[in-house]
């Protein structure tokens, strides 16, 4: 290719020649594998090589990213190898830049998906740089029709990203804060309007306290009756759909150990895996952060972790670049902008992500070794509408203190009973923060997550429902630091809340559209899970007044409840408190009945005190959705250290994964009593071995 810049040139190279009759201009490809070509340019021990080479064989990934990912070959050096198998030029897009307008024509998003940097047209001839050689072609028919006759350069993943940040940086994150379509974005809320119905709503309510205090006292009460009961059906009916699916799941389990019914195989290959880990504020956490996730057993080929933090976030940022991450592991630095919120930052960094399937984890947690392989058969066995995994989030501290105790038991009875059950009654489920995982191709459809919604996953999960999609639990869990402290457990569940408070009242924007995109049964229940959990929080100190009655103290509504309800009104509605504890009770004593927790038993009753801190945030969260409805009040991580007996070990399930990689591994060198960790080197002038590693490039 005359005339095409070769890496890192020292001055201004000369434009392209005028293009060549085409099969001039490409020379014909090399065909010896890349593998030797690794090993001629003594770029690769061939032990390592012959590893990947039957790594290769088990999984649908280039013989590079398994090089790459393992460490077992630098990235300028695969680049150089490259260039010699496609007889092609690495183009040093540093020192040359591309063309913006080409970028734009492209798509930034589709360039950074698919390794491309389109570069420059001269001559009626389009110039495009790859880090995939192999998939270009295939990409061929996508390209514009403007671009004409396309031509193929190389660079390196690293040198295709960098390049597009360079000149779209900018677009990138304002697409990222307005991904999910206005009319259900709370970006485009009437601030003074609803300021004006919030104080309007105040004023009258001060006003008939004045007036008339027992109407008003009296419609507060039915009100908080009426979400009392809807609110604890709604968790009677989650817990016996758990409860028949825990039976069936066993009776399946019984089946499958007996040999009555076949246990499913996954026999596709495991899938790429892109994981976003937002952090904010973590100086702490870094180093712990890639330990914990250096326990995960997913091949690191097929893994991708990206560290996603604020650019503006010095703490972090400095503390990641004294950190050495493995190559499976990198950093997205997000652009500053008007807001900074973890949905934003999730919506930029999906541009980044190379895997099909989308995961999130928190920065504190600890995920089980063996999770992205059951997230693999997840998906792998789950019907077309199920685009949505979520997983079990628990706590590895709850013996710091009774906060953390409640804190444990509220969340297992969330995660085990409400959304598992809201899964089960086929209800939507509002997603939690962690331990989420989606199909690539429906995330991006739906819009992702809203930049400016607090409880984003809340959010995605009702526009999943919206759109005829379906979330299922997983069966796997991610242990996570319970917030253990007064203060900080108040903001953060008041960010909970006000986040529910918007997600509603955005969704509610058009009742009609709602129930017709749900249904009246989802829509229903949407109601329930979302406004009447939130109305429990605000006019709990309603329902609490009515223990006066139980002390003989006297209460504005005796007289009322009697002419309304007869001589058994107090008995009715202690009656409906007395259940209502006694289902929480007891959904909470099944959450915990594991051997992890079962210290926790004789503590399930005490909630009936820790849920009215839930009050005081709940009218926080009020406060905020009117004041500041975009602030992120962020939690802090990293205040309890787990002890050994705290770190979740590898399952039994996560070492028999390990097994069928080792045979794998040992069974090319069986025959000279070798595994492949001993396997004697290839000489570089010895070709006679190389049949073994196959077509590898």
Known sequence: MAGIALLKPRRPAPAPAAPAPQDTLVAPRDLRPLGQILIEDGAVDPRNLLRAVVMRRRQQARLGE???????????????????????????????????????????????????????????????ATARPDEFDALRDRMPAGFGAVRMLLCSETAAREAIMGLRRTALIRQAETRVPATESCRTRNERRFGRLVVASVGAATLGMLLAPIAVITALTVWAVLTLLAS???????????????????????????????????????????????????????????????????????????LVVEDTDRVTCEALETARL??????????????RTKPRALNYALNFCRGSIIGVWDAEDRPEPDQLHKVARGFHFAAPDVVCLQGVLDYYNPRTNWLARAFTIEYASWFRG?????????????????????????????????????????????????????????????????????????????????????????????????????GTRRFLGLQVQLFASLSQYLLAPVLWSFWLLSLGLPHPMRGVLSGMLGGNAIAILFTLFVLSEILNIAVGLWAVRGPRHRHLLPWVPMLHLYFPLGCLAAWKAIYEVVAKPFYWDKTQHGIFEAGPEDTPVATPAAAAALVPLREALDAPLAATGKTAARAPAIPLGDTAQLPLLGKIG
């Open 418 to 518: 409400t959304l598992a059950g809201a899964a089960a009654l086929d209800l939507v489920v509002p997603l939690g923060g962690t331990t989420l995982f989606f199909r690539r191709d429906k995330l991006e459809e739906v819009g992702a997550w809203d930049a400016w919604n607090v409880t984003e996953d809340a959010d995605l999960g009702v526009r999943l429902t919206r759109r005829g999609y379906r979330t299922q639990m997983l069966d796997t869990v991610t242990h996570e630091e319970a917030n253990c402290r007064l203060l900080p457990w108040v903001k953060q569940r008041s960010r909970w809340l006000k986040g529910f408070a918007m997600t509603w009242g955005v969704h509610m924007r058009d009742p009609v559209a709602l129930w017709r995109d749900l």
């Open 326 to 339: 493995p190559r499976w592991m990198r950093v997205v630095k997000v652009p500053d902008g008007p807001i």
């Open 232 to 306: 604890a059906a709604l968790k009677l009916l989650s817990f016996q759909a758990i409860l028949r699916r825990t039976h069936q799941e066993r009776q399946e389990a019984r089946a499958m150990a007996l040999g009555a019914i076949p246990r499913p195989e996954m026999k596709a290959p495991l899938p790429v895996i892109s994981v976003m880990v937002p952090l904010f504020a973590e100086a702490n956490i870094a180093d712990k952060l890639i330990g914990r996730l250096s326990q995960l057993d997913y091949p690191r080929e097929l893994m991708d972790i990206l």
């Open 66 to 128: 398994i090089l790459l990912a393992n460490g077992w070959v630098q990235e300028e050096a695969l680049t150089r190898a490259l260039s010699r198998q496609w007889r092609s030029s690495v183009l040093d897009l540093a020192a040359l830049p591309p063309d913006p307008r080409l970028v734009d024509a492209l798509g930034a998003q589709f360039c950074l998906a698919q390794g491309l940097v389109p570069w420059r047209r001269v001559g009626g001839v389009t110039f495009i």
